[in-house]
Nanobody, 120 residues
Framework: QVQLVESGGGLVQAGGSLRLSCAAS????????MRWFRQAPGKQRELVAF???????NLADSVKGRFIISRDNTKNTVYLQMTSLKPEDTAVYYC??????????????WGQGTQVTVSS
């Protein structure tokens, strides 16, 4: 069984910073792509950031220049460094990853989410 566990969320004032972490654990042979999604109240879940196994990244236009996604493959962990936070960044942030538990194919897993609240 594979688990993704996020941490680092919280309450921050506008203009502040937070760093989210997501650690994958369990039966892991390899991890391919990793992502951060977010879902604000009353809105659809949206893709915020993507990082490939080789380190290629892509960010949503709304966070470019403010967020950075990175990963540590030795720790099976993905990070989201968030700076210049805005009230509209308030959401539950979810980690998502393509994990191969046994080397025979990849399955998609989700974390439980971590709340980020940005006050104005």
């Amino acid at each position: 069984q594979v688990q993704l566990v996020e941490s680092g969320g919280g309450l921050v004032q506008a203009g502040g910073s937070l760093r989210l972490s997501c650690a994958a654990s369990g039966s892991i042979f390899s991890i391919k792509d990793m992502r951060w999604f977010r879902q604000a109240p009353g809105k659809q879940r949206e893709l915020v950031a993507f990082i490939s196994s080789g380190g290629s990244t892509n960010l949503a236009d709304s966070v470019k220049g403010r967020f950075i996604i990175s990963r540590d493959n030795t720790k099976n962990t993905v990070y989201l460094q968030m700076t210049s936070l805005k009230p509209e960044d308030t959401a539950v942030y979810y980690c998502n990853a393509d994990v191969s538990p046994a080397g025979t194919g990849y399955l998609n897993y989700w974390g439980q989410g971590t709340q980020v609240t940005v006050s104005s």
